[in-house]
């Protein structure tokens, strides 16, 4: 297999992660919006989201934005039934929103990779730049500060040391630790309001969601290329994605539950 084939798409046909997302979508209340962004699109997963609810005019346009070449190919591909027109592609970095994206939006989504961006401020700022006044900006994170689960920490941990003794023990390879992907520091859902107040919007909701994950989801996880080199620095994709696979396995079977809980931080703002 090539990088190409451990995209997102897979993992983001998981029901239990449209369900999270849908969500999410249906409390920014897109209906009747004109111009929406969808904030590093991926797979397209939450763009038909998007377009599932709005009510088309010839003016609506949803702007589906990735800065992967990869993803964007892949969402036009996945949402040829749905698109009609609707929808516009740009490759661009989330940091360049206004600078890609002239005119102002109605909305701007932006799930699941809030947590990638090194520097906040700079992509708030962007985003708050993009908003007409009263827009509203949704996203959503797994991956913030004090979110993890509690009754999931020990499969957490069983699951990476058992990855990481098959990728020993059958293998003979340890992860680079100097290749490690810069850790990201993650941000409290405090840290997540001031940010969004320092940029001129206001929280109208904020929630946690609770999702049970099976054990597909995280086998699904284990083929995407961004979550393989971040865990397994070094390590070939093919290799990695096979011992946490088999790590996500031995430890379902071992702890014998059939869902594990994750928590997802959900906020929809509006621009004052
Ligand atoms: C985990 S996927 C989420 C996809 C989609 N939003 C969803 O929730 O299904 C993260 C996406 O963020 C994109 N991404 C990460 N950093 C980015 C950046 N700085 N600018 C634009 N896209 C970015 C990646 O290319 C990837 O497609």
């Known amino acids: ?47 038909r989201l998007i377009l599932e609810r709005i009510n088309r005019t010839t003016n609506t346009v949803v702007i589906a934005l990735d800065h992967s070449q990869i993803a964007l190919k892949t969402a036009m591909d996945e949402l040829k039934d749905i698109s009609n027109g609707a929808v516009k592609y740009v490759q661009s970095g989330v940091e360049n929103i206004s600078e890609s994206i002239k005119d102002s939006v109605d909305t701007v989504v932006f799930c699941n990779a809030i947590h990638y961006l090194p520097d906040k401020d700079i992509v708030l700022s962007e985003i708050s730049k993009s908003l007409s006044k009263n827009g509203k900006f949704a996203f959503n994170t797994s991956f913030y500060e004090g979110g993890q689960h ?32 810069e850790s990201r520091k993650q941000l409290t859902p405090q ?54 696979q088999e790590g996500v396995r031995q430890t379902y079977k071992e702890l014998n539950v059939t869902h594990v809980p994750r928590n997802w931080l959900d906020i929809v703002a509006r621009k004052i």
């Open 150 to 181: 509690e009754d999931s920490l020990s499969f957490y941990s069983k699951w990476m040391f058992k990855a990481f003794r098959i990728l020993r023990k059958e293998y003979g390879l340890k992860p680079e630790k100097s290749l490690k992907v």
């Open 1 to 47: 297999m090539t990088t190409s084939d451990y995209n997102f798409s897979t993992f983001s046909k998981n029901s239990f992660y449209a369900e999270l997302n849908s969500r999410l979508i249906d409390m920014a209340d897109v209906a009747s919006d004109l111009r929406i962004v969808d904030l590093a699109c991926g797979a397209g997963g939450v763009t």
């Open 191 to 244: 840290d997540y309001s001031d940010l969004l107040i320092r940029h001129g919007l206001k929280i109208e909701i904020q929630k946690i969601d609770t999702v049970q994950v099976p054990m597909e989801g995280w086998l699904d996880i284990c083929a995407f290329s961004d979550f393989i080199e971040g865990t397994m620095p070094g390590i070939p994709l093919d290799t990695a994605s096979e011992v946490l």
